[in-house]
């Protein structure tokens, strides 16, 4: 373990650079000496998937992992099929783009019956995995923070992911640690452990005091509470080498130039990951 972070190993995620097309994030991955991209769906989606997929690999740029898949819990079979449909096609699309992560946000209840919500989330990975298995998508179960239980997803502790990973026993299913989710949790060290070998990716950002909102609040590295080198050198301790990804949904940044983001985030990455 090292106390800096590799910059060979820093990833952007595109929902950091919101604003940027999938064509213009690329470019200014290029131009910043990144390595790594994260995608978004929607942004593949927009700029058509078969280009996408030659425009990445023409960059030569790693795709450390697709977002999103998931959001399974649905009020009627019916639904639940549209849903199981949909992440079939977000694995093909992984697939198709040369990344073998899929994140998995697996959705909140549609009633009160969250201990339901969650058995469907394992009955629809279940249905999921032996098509995974063939396309070689890995899919990264990512726990969020329990303030979004209510309307993102009934998966709120990385021991819940991890007791799922446990339950299917398959290297195709995985955990996405994300230091804004997880870094309140008195038992997160215990379970980071617990996650050896199956962490699929590890995301940051840092969480601010007081918090502006509760999904647009996610701070730059440095400018909140996380302690973020620690919970990056306790995944390393489990053999995780992969990429490391900044995650950062907040419109202020959304709204700044791109490039100076960029700039500020590798900046950032080497001072507090």
């Known amino acids: 373990?090292?106390?800096?972070?590799?910059?060979?190993?820093?990833?952007?995620?595109?929902?950091?650079?919101?604003?940027?097309?999938?064509?213009?994030?690329?470019?200014?991955?290029?131009?910043?000496?990144?390595?790594?991209?994260?995608?978004?769906?929607?942004?593949?989606?927009?700029?058509?998937?078969?280009?996408?997929?030659?425009?990445?690999?023409?960059?030569?740029?790693?795709?450390?992992?697709?977002?999103?898949?998931?959001?399974?819990?649905?009020?009627?079979?019916?639904?639940?099929?549209?849903?199981?449909?949909?992440?079939?096609?977000?694995?093909?699309?992984?697939?198709?783009?040369?990344?073998?992560?899929?994140?998995?946000?697996?959705?909140?209840a549609t009633d009160k019956d969250i201990a339901g919500a969650r058995e469907m989330v394992a009955e629809a990975i279940a249905t999921l995995l032996p098509e995974a298995e063939q396309a070689g998508v890995r899919l990264g179960i990512e726990p969020l923070h329990p303030?979004?239980?209510?309307?993102?997803?009934?998966?709120?502790?990385?021991?819940?992911?991890?007791?799922?990973?446990?339950?299917?026993?398959?290297?195709?299913?995985?955990?996405?640690?994300?230091?804004?989710?997880?870094?309140?949790?008195?038992?997160?060290?215990?379970q980071i452990a617990r996650a050896a070998g199956h962490i699929l990716g590890f995301h940051i950002s840092d969480w601010p005091v007081p918090l502006p909102n509760v999904l647009l609040g996610r701070a730059m590295m440095g400018d909140g509470v996380i302690e973020i080198r620690r919970l990056r050198m306790a995944v390393e301790a489990t053999g995780y080498n992969g990429p490391i990804e900044v995650e950062i949904f907040n419109r202020e940044i959304w709204d700044s130039p791109g490039e100076s983001v960029l700039e500020q985030i590798k900046a950032r990455y080497l001072a507090h990951a």
């Open 147 to 190: 303030m979004f239980a209510a309307d993102r997803s009934v998966i709120v502790t990385l021991a819940e992911a991890n007791a799922l990973v446990e339950r299917f026993n398959s290297p195709t299913v995985g955990v996405i640690v994300d230091a804004y989710h997880v870094w309140w949790d008195p038992d997160i060290y215990t």
């Open 1 to 108: 373990m090292s106390t800096s972070p590799d910059l060979k190993r820093l990833s952007l995620n595109q929902i950091t650079t919101n604003s940027w097309t999938l064509p213009e994030a690329v470019t200014g991955c290029k131009q910043a000496g990144l390595a790594e991209i994260a995608l978004w769906r929607d942004k593949v989606q927009a700029y058509g998937l078969k280009k996408s997929s030659q425009l990445l690999a023409d960059s030569g740029l790693h795709i450390s992992s697709l977002c999103r898949g998931g959001w399974f819990p649905a009020g009627s079979q019916k639904e639940r099929q549209v849903r199981i449909d949909d992440n079939r096609r977000a694995i093909a699309e992984a697939a198709e783009l040369g990344t073998d992560v899929l994140v998995l946000v697996c959705g909140p």
